[in-house]
């Protein structure tokens, strides 16, 4: 019944006024060089930016991902929400590459979210790579029952959490662009092009792992984080 009530809310968000999307680049002054960008109209999920970070589905307990309409294209949707000890898992994940390590450099990363107020959790992963306990991190999640979404950025060397959650929601069961920008010092999480948040970050700090870029999830591990809503237009800019 959970998976036939959201695939009726991601039905009726399809029909209804959309929020505008924001495109890749739009939310900072200087847009840095696309490293990644994944549309998910066509049947393989490729690399739209044309540097060869195709995506690979891993799953488990029967997740899947399955393709919607949104705008003139189409989006993914991930399982829904679950609260039974076995839930279905399904994330998507590149090959780890040194090309998507921002370093010290400056990064921005987001995507377009569709998350229904009933699928909210407390932790529902976008994109990532790396993790806060064992490497060095970027992420873009949603947060909490409210369901707004927050930035982190984990250090090599220093692996304290440097987080910035918006002030706003997007569990609305509407589409909205969601962002992160490290620029310099400043960590700042945007919703639909406004800024919604910001925090100082040490000039220094620096991501660089040999983890996958991961989509909707961590992995298809019982602790996956998982997304329970649709996700398009993922992006990621370096520099």
Request: charged fraction near 15%.
């Amino acid at each position: 019944m959970r998976s036939r009530r959201l695939a009726v809310l991601l039905a009726a968000a399809v029909l209804a006024p959309a929020v505008a999307a924001v495109p890749a680049g739009a939310s900072g002054p200087s847009p840095g060089v696309t490293r990644a960008r994944y549309t998910f109209n066509g049947r393989a999920i490729v690399d739209a930016s044309g540097r060869g970070h195709t995506l690979s589905v891993i799953s488990g307990h029967g997740g899947q991902v399955r393709s919607v309409v949104h705008g003139q294209g189409m989006a993914l949707a991930f399982p829904a929400h679950c609260a039974t000890p076995v839930c279905p898992h399904v994330a998507l994940q590149t090959p780890s590459s040194a090309d998507l390590n921002p370093g010290t450099r400056d990064i921005a990363y987001g995507a377009d979210v569709l998350l229904p107020p009933g699928q909210t959790s407390k932790g529902q992963n976008i994109v990532q790579k790396g993790y806060s306990t064992t490497s060095s991190q970027w992420k873009l999640q949603v947060d909490g029952v409210a369901g707004r979404p927050s930035c982190v950025l984990v250090d090599d060397r220093k692996p304290a959490i440097r987080m910035i959650t918006s002030t706003v929601s997007v569990a609305d069961g509407r589409w909205h662009a969601v962002a992160c920008r490290r620029s310099g010092r400043v960590l700042t999480v945007l919703v639909d092009g406004v800024p919604r948040g910001s925090t100082a970050v040490p000039a220094k700090l620096s991501v660089s792992n040999r983890r996958p870029l991961s989509i909707g999830g961590k992995g298809a591990y019982a602790d996956n984080d998982q997304f329970n809503g649709a996700l398009d237009n993922v992006w990621v800019e370096i520099g």
